[in-house]
């Protein structure tokens, strides 16, 4: 089993940065492909930026390519999202996900393991 932490949400102004870090435990994701999701009021969990294992191939959703930048650092069991430039339309809870295939995925039902999420609010 893998347990995932998300921490570093908040309240931030638009136009301002966070970064999400997502600790992994139980055992090493550095075989998983990994992603972030986000849930916003009312709306479905989307896909915002995901990962392979090597952190070697990254893919983004539009509305956050250019702004987001995820990354991993395998010794550590971490994956992190830096966000910049944020909008009030980024509020959002933001999930990790693990995938035990190393291969990406933008399909949330294709994700093995979850974190908590961590709530982000942007104001305008």
């Known amino acids: 089993q893998v347990q995932l932490v998300e921490s570093g949400g908040g309240l931030v102004q638009a136009g301002g940065s966070l970064r999400l870090s997502c600790a992994a435990s139980g055992r090493t994701v550095s075989s998983y492909a990994m992603g972030w999701f986000r849930q916003g009021p009312g709306k479905e969990r989307e896909f915002v930026a995901t990962i392979s294992s090597s952190g070697g191939i990254k893919y983004y959703a539009d509305s956050v390519k250019g702004r987001f930048t995820i990354s991993r650092d395998n010794n550590k069991n971490t994956v992190n999202l830096q966000m910049n430039s944020l909008k009030p339309e980024d509020t959002a809870v933001y999930y990790c996900?693990?995938?035990?295939?190393?291969?990406?995925?933008?399909?949330?039902?294709?994700?093995?393991?979850w974190g908590q999420g961590t709530q982000v609010t942007v104001s305008s």
């Open positions: 996900a693990a995938r035990i295939l190393r291969f990406m995925s933008t399909m949330r039902n294709e994700y093995d393991y």
